[in-house]
């Protein structure tokens, strides 16, 4: 694969990604996810409804953390355990890999424990929304608010915050 960014979630919606194919397919979240993206111009389109619509990406990749939807969204240590080889193998696929946005601190704290298998860390790494860091190996790790209904519409992110944070990490 030749993504160059990758956009990481914590896991698959019951009703969302496990019933579509696709991560961030058929929910809010990627609703709001997939307008931002087509905004930017990472993708074809400002929707998607399932695996096989035509949607396409520009040099990016989008999976989650965990690959099965946990339930009430609270996913277990032995859970993220058991799902972080596949993470593991999908950075290897991914040889041109520059940019890592996770979406939620759940995903940047993972993000980084997979790292930390293998580099060694200079600096604390800290969630907070924009806040990029370059990795030992030379990627750059991106932290975003999660696009759920509740940060939308609380107002803890915005169309036009994420819209920005992807051209940033274009860049």
């Not at 956009?7 to 969302?16: D, E, M, S, T």
């Not at 032995?78 to 290897?92: T, V």
């Amino acid at each position: 694969m030749n993504a160059k960014l990758m956009i990481l979630g914590l896991a698959p919606a019951a009703h969302g990604g496990t019933r579509t194919g696709r991560a961030f397919t058929g929910d809010k979240s990627g609703d709001f996810l997939f307008n931002s993206l087509h905004k930017a111009e990472i993708s074809n389109f400002p929707v998607s409804y399932h695996r096989k619509d035509g949607l396409k990406l520009n040099n990016a990749y989008i999976t989650n953390i965990l690959k099965c939807a946990p339930p009430e969204d609270k996913p277990l240590n032995q859970e993220l355990s058991n799902c972080s080889n596949y993470f593991d193998r999908e950075i290897q696929n991914l040889k041109n890999l520059k940019v890592i946005i996770t979406l939620g601190k759940i995903a940047f704290d993972n993000c980084i424990k997979h790292f930390k298998k293998k580099l060694i860390f200079s600096e604390k790494l800290i969630f907070k929304h924009g806040k990029k860091y370059k990795l030992p190996d030379g990627k750059f790790l991106i932290a975003c608010y999660h696009p759920s209904p509740r940060n939308v519409n609380t107002k803890l992110i915005s169309q036009q915050m994420m819209i920005n944070l992807f051209k940033k990490a274009k860049k």
